[in-house]
């Protein structure tokens, strides 16, 4: 059974940074693309930033360069560095694993950027 488990949201002011990891199980992990989402309320689901298999990564224009996106094939875990984080990345991130016509999210994490 695939499972994805984020971890590492939480409370941070302005300009703070964080790091959310993904760890996934039930998986060939080296396989497959995956995405970081997020939704704020009342917004839909967006792309943050994705890595494929072979590490080519892409991101949101909002993501501006602050965030980076990276996966530890020995650790079967998926990370996204949060950098300079503004009130306006408030949302709940969900990590996505994609191969094929298999798509599994996980649960998400909470991330709230306020002073």
Known sequence: QVQLVESGGGL?????S???SCAASGIIFSSGTFGW????????RELVARITSGGTTNYADF?????????????NTVYLQMNSL?????????????????E????????????
């Open 12 to 16: 941070v002011q302005p300009g703070g």
């Open 18 to 20: 964080l790091r959310l």
């Open 37 to 44: 989402y997020r939704q704020a309320p009342g917004r839909e």
């Open 63 to 75: 993501v501006q360069g602050r965030f980076t996106v990276s996966r530890d094939n020995a650790k």
């Open 86 to 102: 503004r009130p306006e990345d408030t949302a709940v991130y969900y990590c996505n694993w994609r191969a094929g016509y298999v």
């Open 104 to 115: 599994r999210w996980g649960q998400g994490t909470l991330v709230t950027v306020s002073s």
